[in-house]
């Protein structure tokens, strides 16, 4: 499944921006403070931004998100005096006693945006996404950045409190990509769930992530997996897509020879009132599609989610490698005849 067919299955300027969010490469963390600032003047009805109003609210969250955890890989490379993170280390105390970035920390995110996440925010692949949500214009003195009318429908949408929810999750996944010690193990071994918390943790450390429902939902489109509409985080429930009570009960006679139901590839966003009817029933023909095109889906996005899928895959059959998603599907299926 291709980025094109991602976009095509929901095509929508919500799309485009979960594109943007949810399957780019990171070096930084830069795109997603952008992408809060963005929906945060975006859901005020403003059409024009002056650079420096759109650079207080992306200084100010990337300084509190910084110091609760790195937002660059540590330990790759030194930063110099200049750099952005660096500014903002040393602002810090002073931004968070007023309450708003120091002049020197909005200097400094005034000048780096625009040559470096403002350029990137729509790339995708050496394409760019299918809608663009912002343009800068002006002076490099006196920059302003219009915010486009499809910016303003993501803002304004029903969907909102599940796009904050997704940004934020992925925002975390990068974070703790980029931690010493977690980071390895995330890259390396993927995610496990932590099944009383409903939790992604790392392999080794055990160490929370973020949630399973909201690093999933954007690869759904927000959709419930079992009706197809859309799902808000309020009425969310995480549904056992083959039900968690077929590994008890095949251990109880036979043995389950199956992959572990209670991992990342079974676990759809659904309804609660879904998932309370679906119960412990076997998924239906359309269910089972709409798994493999999400799974699909996760598996063009960056690491860690890919690599917890691409191991499942590696590792779903001794002596056999699926490739594919439809196939893996119909084999966990025969496990369960």
């Known amino acids: 499944m291709t980025i094109d067919t991602f976009y095509a299955n929901a ?7 979960r594109l943007a969010i949810l399957m780019g490469h990171n070096a930084r963390t830069y795109k997603f403070a952008l992408g809060n600032a963005l929906l945060h003047h975006a859901a005020q009805g403003h059409t024009e931004v002056p650079l420096r109003d759109l650079a207080a609210p992306y200084a100010m969250t990337l300084l509190e998100r910084a110091a609760q955890a790195p937002q660059a ?42 040559g470096m996440v403002m350029q990137k925010f729509h790339n995708h692949g050496g394409t760019e996404v299918p809608h663009r949500f912002y343009e800068v214009v002006g002076s490099p003195r006196n920059r302003t950045v219009r915010l486009s009318s499809a910016l ?6 029903h969907e ?39 939790r992604l943790t790392d392999q080794r450390r055990r160490r929370q992530v973020t949630g399973v429902a909201a690093a999933v939902a954007g690869f759904q489109h927000g959709r419930c997996h079992v009706c197809d509409e859309t799902v808000s985080p309020e009425e969310t ?34 309804h609660r ?40 895959l590696e590792k ?6 699926i490739s594919d998603w439809a196939t893996f599907l119909r084999e966990v299926a025969k496990a369960c005849a």
């Open 316 to 321: 779903a059959v001794p002596g056999r490698r």
């Open 152 to 157: 303003g429908r993501v803002a304004r949408s």
């Open 273 to 312: 009132t879904c998932n309370g009817k679906k119960s412990d029933r076997m998924p239906t023909a359309d269910e089972l599609a709409r798994l493999a095109r999400r799974n699909e889906q996760i598996m063009r996005s960056p690491r860690p989610l890919h690599t917890t899928l691409r191991l499942t």
């Open 73 to 114: 890989p540590v330990g790759r490379m030194a930063l110099s005096e200049t750099d952005f993170l660096t500014v903002a280390t040393q602002e810090s105390a002073e931004s968070r006693r007023l309450g708003r970035p120091t002049d020197r920390l909005l200097d400094a995110a005034v000048r780096s945006m625009p």
């Open 160 to 198: 909102i409190a599940g796009l904050h929810a997704e940004l934020d999750a992925r925002w975390s996944i990068v974070e703790n990509s980029f931690a010493t010690g977690i980071g390895r193990s995330l890259i390396a071994d993927g995610v496990r769930v932590d099944r009383e918390t409903l």
């Open 11 to 17: 095509p929508s300027a919500r799309a485009s921006w």
């Open 237 to 270: 429930a995480v549904d056992h897509v083959f039900p968690y009570a077929l590994m008890r009960r095949f251990e109880s006679v036979r043995g389950w020879s199956g992959p572990d139901l209670d991992s990342l590839w079974n676990l759809a966003v659904a």
